[in-house]
């Protein structure tokens, strides 16, 4: 099961970071990514890290301002959000899948088994 964390309202320029735990898994084996889905819009990838390793991967909208990272001591993976924008509100969702996606498949919501019950992040202009 995985628990998203860490929404709220935000003004423009402001930060937060999310975070994404499992429970009775072992997080460093599983490929993890965030999603997120604007009213109206289509869910949408953010950002990406792969099983095993530290490579990641970012939607071009958001690299350079978001950071997503592994924390062992918590079992979880966070997603750093800087500068943040209006158009940045969304539905915020991670998913997860055990083993190893190649770097083109990571912003594949197909691709992952397991889904998070999303948080809520709000910018204010």
């Known amino acids: 099961q995985l628990q998203a964390s860490g929404g709220g309202l935000v003004q423009t320029g402001g930060s937060l970071r999310l975070s994404c735990a499992a429970s009775?898994?072992?997080?460093?084996?599983?490929?993890v990514g965030w999603f997120r889905q604007a009213p109206g819009k289509e869910r949408e990838f953010v950002a990406g890290i792969r099983s095993g390793n530290t490579n990641t991967h970012y939607a071009r909208s958001v690299k350079g301002r978001f950071t997503i990272a592994r924390d062992s001591a918590k079992n979880s993976v966070d997603l750093q959000m800087n500068s943040l924008r209006p158009e940045d509100t969304a539905v915020y969702y991670c998913?997860?899948?055990?083993?190893?996606?190649?770097?083109?498949?990571?912003?594949?919501?197909?691709?992952?088994?397991?889904w998070g019950q999303g948080t809520l992040v709000t910018v204010s202009s």
């Open positions: 009775g898994r072992t997080f460093s084996d599983y490929t």
């Open positions: 998913a997860a899948r055990l083993g190893y996606l190649i770097l083109s498949s990571l912003g594949n919501s197909m691709e992952y088994h397991y």
